[in-house]
C-alpha cells in the first residue's frame, strides 16, 4: 500500500483546509490516522477513524478537526477548521500504529 497526502498549503488563522488521502494498492487496514510532525519535534497522531466510522482525536485538535474515510475509494479525509499557527507541521496518513510506510505528507502552514 502506498499512501498519498494532499491538500495541504498555506491558510490564515482561523482558516480552513480539507486534507485529502489516497492509499494505492489492497487497502484493508481497520484503523487509519493523520498524524503530523512540526520541524523539532515527534509525529504525533491528531485523528484516527475505523472502517466503520468511529473516530477519535487529540486534545489540541478535538473539536476543530474532523476524519472521515471513503471505504470504496480507499480515501482518508481530514477537515480542518479554525487552524492555529500551532497547526503548522508536515501532515501524514498512516495506519494505526504507523505500519505501513510513511508517504511525503503534505505541508500545512497557518499564520498569524
Known amino acids: 500500500v502506498q499512501l498519498q497526502a494532499s491538500g495541504g498549503g498555506l491558510v490564515q488563522a482561523g482558516g480552513s483546509l480539507r486534507l485529502s488521502c489516497a492509499a494505492s494498492?489492497?487497502?484493508?487496514?481497520?484503523?487509519m490516522g493523520w498524524y503530523r510532525q512540526a520541524p523539532g519535534k515527534q509525529r504525533d497522531l491528531v485523528a484516527a477513524?475505523?472502517?466503520?466510522?468511529?473516530?477519535n482525536y487529540g486534545d489540541s485538535v478535538l473539536g476543530r478537526f474532523t476524519i472521515s474515510r471513503d471505504n470504496a475509494k480507499n480515501l482518508v479525509y481530514l477537515q480542518m477548521n479554525s487552524l492555529k499557527p500551532e497547526d503548522t507541521a508536515v501532515y501524514y496518513c498512516?495506519?494505526?500504529?504507523?505500519?505501513?510506510?510513511w508517504g511525503q505528507g503534505t505541508q500545512v502552514t497557518v499564520s498569524s
Open positions: 498512516n495506519a494505526v500504529p504507523p505500519i505501513l510506510n
Open positions: 477513524v475505523t472502517k466503520g466510522g468511529s473516530t
Open positions: 494498492g489492497s487497502f484493508s487496514i481497520n484503523k
